[in-house]
């Protein structure tokens, strides 16, 4: 497995991955922005650096807001990911290596990338979050950044 991610890596293009999403990279998340900040996890800690200036009351309300409406979209997403493959993503799902779940069928990698594309839309639509802050998660590397190779891979995954 780690030789077919070491590979699937040396070669990723984004412009391969944005051709093969329809640009969607492009429009939603920005190429070199993804990781600006230290709390690159998926923990629900709310440490993503969302607006990070809290000199006053009008950005620290700003941020709460952010907070609260990115916090409702991974929300959504989970229990979309419950509701389309059974399993509780914080305590039955594993990232690394990648779920059988996602791997077991092109239909589950779809939507499991699809429900993404929603939770990202949601974050850049109704939570107008700014590019640059968007936090890396495993599943937007994925289904975002690296979903061609990963496509491509799927059946030595499994």
Request: charged share 25%; proline share 3%; hydrophobic share 30%.
């Amino acid at each position: 497995l780690a030789s077919v991610l070491a590979y699937v890596g040396a070669i990723t293009t984004v412009p391969q991955c944005c051709q093969q999403n329809n640009d969607y990279p492009k429009t939603v998340i920005g190429n070199d922005s993804i990781s600006d900040n230290d709390d690159n996890d998926d923990n629900n800690d709310n440490n993503d650096n969302i607006g990070d200036n809290n000199s006053d009351i009008i950005n620290s309300t700003n941020r709460n807001k952010l907070i609260k409406c990115k916090s409702q979209c991974d929300a959504q997403w989970k229990n979309d990911f419950y509701m389309h493959f059974q399993k509780n993503y914080d305590e039955e799902f594993y990232e690394f290596p990648l779920d059988e779940l996602i791997t077991a069928s092109f239909d589950n990698f779809y939507t499991f990338c699809n429900l993404t594309k929603q939770k990202l839309t949601c974050w850049n639509v109704q939570c107008q979050i700014n590019q640059k802050y968007i936090p890396w998660s495993s599943d937007l590397h994925i289904c975002a950044l690296k979903r061609l190779e990963f496509e491509n891979a799927l059946n030595c995954l499994k």
